[in-house]
Structures are given as structure tokens and as C-alpha cells.
């Protein structure tokens, strides 16, 4: 007779990064992080019992991703006007037209940037989030975020609490 399958519960953390995505399952005694490429999955199994802390470190990473989308938005809003109006003063040739091609090709990169900003305004801060174990410390690729840490937390510590303290 085989041994049945633990049922999980999907918690609501999840990350993208650029090699895939993640997501992390509760099971019965352990937590489990999936992370998952195109044709791939790869798995990471804590045991709670073993969980020493769950650490939440603010990133610096929105605030540069921020940064970065200003700068395209000001740089390629200010060429795109630029365009716009130098081919505004042009009589309609092929002149004017290049103008207004450039432009919008500016424009098309002011508007990347100010959905950079906003990405990153209503997401609010980054955060990496660690796991230390018996075995050592180790980063999750799942929550990006600081709201979502903060409820992946709030969701986690009695679970793990109480694993331990019948683990004694």
C-alpha cells in the first residue's frame, strides 16, 4: 500500500525573476518552494521543524528600477517634444514626417519608463526574503515584495511555531 500524497496550500507568495517564476506551498510538516522555467521545475523542501528565522530585508532595487524609469521618461519625453515640435515648424514633407516618426519613437520609450514608475509605485518596496535552517541560510525567490513578506509572515509564524513546538 503506498503512502498518500501531503496536500498543500498554496501560499499567496510569489516572485518572477529572470530565469522563471516561484511559489511557495505549506504542506504538512514542511514548506515548499517550486521554481518553475519554461520546461523546468525545481523544488526546495524546509522542514519547519528545522526553520530558525524567517529574515525580511528592505532592497534597494525598486528604488533604482524608479530611478531608471524617471530618467527614460525625462530623456525620451524631452526628445519626443523636441521631435514633435521641430517637425511641427517644417512644411509637410518627407522632413516633417521623419520628424514625427522619431517622435513617436521617443514617445513609445517615455512611455515604458512611466510604466516602469508606476510598476514600481503600486507594487511598494522590494524586499528579499530569507530562510535560515539548521542547514544554513538561504534567499527565497518568492516574495519580491515587502506586503507580501509581511503577509507571508503573519501567515507563517504560528504554523512554524506550532510545528516546533510539538517537535519538543
Same mark, same amino acid.
Given at each position: 500500500?503506498?503512502?498518500?500524497?501531503?496536500?498543500?496550500?498554496?501560499?499567496?507568495?510569489?516572485?518572477?525573476?529572470?530565469?522563471? #517564476?516561484?511559489?511557495?506551498?505549506?504542506?504538512?510538516?514542511?514548506?515548499?518552494?517550486?521554481?518553475?522555467?519554461?520546461?523546468?521545475?525545481? *523544488?526546495?523542501? *524546509?522542514?519547519?521543524?528545522?526553520?530558525?528565522?524567517?529574515?525580511?530585508? #528592505?532592497?534597494?532595487?525598486?528604488?533604482?528600477?524608479?530611478?531608471?524609469?524617471?530618467?527614460?521618461?525625462?530623456?525620451?519625453?524631452?526628445?519626443?517634444?523636441?521631435? *514633435?515640435?521641430?517637425?511641427?515648424?517644417?512644411?509637410?514633407?518627407?522632413?516633417?514626417?521623419?520628424?514625427?516618426?522619431?517622435?513617436?519613437?521617443?514617445?513609445?520609450?517615455?512611455?515604458?519608463?512611466?510604466?516602469?514608475?508606476?510598476?514600481?509605485?503600486?507594487?511598494?518596496?522590494?524586499?528579499?526574503? *530569507?530562510?535560515?535552517?539548521?542547514?544554513?541560510? #538561504?534567499?527565497?525567490?518568492?516574495?519580491? #515584495?515587502?506586503?507580501?513578506?509581511?503577509?507571508?509572515?503573519?501567515?507563517?509564524?504560528?504554523?512554524?511555531?506550532?510545528?516546533?513546538?510539538?517537535?519538543?
Amino acid at each position: 500500500m503506498s503512502t498518500p500524497s501531503p496536500a498543500y496550500h498554496k501560499l499567496r507568495a510569489r516572485g518572477w525573476n529572470w530565469s522563471g #517564476r516561484s511559489r511557495l506551498w505549506l504542506g504538512g510538516d514542511h514548506l515548499l518552494e517550486v521554481h518553475s522555467t519554461s520546461f523546468t521545475e525545481h *523544488y526546495r523542501r *524546509y522542514f519547519l521543524r528545522d526553520i530558525r528565522a524567517l529574515v525580511v530585508e #528592505r532592497t534597494r532595487a525598486a528604488l533604482w528600477w524608479s530611478i531608471g524609469g524617471a530618467l527614460v521618461l525625462l530623456l525620451c519625453g524631452g526628445a519626443a517634444v523636441a521631435f *514633435y515640435f521641430v517637425g511641427v515648424n517644417r512644411e509637410f514633407d518627407p522632413e516633417r514626417i521623419a520628424m514625427w516618426v522619431f517622435g513617436g519613437f521617443f514617445a513609445i520609450g517615455a512611455l515604458l519608463g512611466l510604466a516602469v514608475l508606476l510598476t514600481q509605485w503600486l507594487f511598494g518596496p522590494a524586499c528579499a526574503c *530569507y530562510i535560515e535552517t539548521t542547514a544554513g541560510r #538561504r534567499q527565497l525567490a518568492a516574495p519580491r #515584495r515587502l506586503r507580501p513578506a509581511d503577509r507571508l509572515l503573519a501567515e507563517l509564524a504560528p504554523v512554524i511555531t506550532a510545528a516546533q513546538e510539538t517537535a519538543r
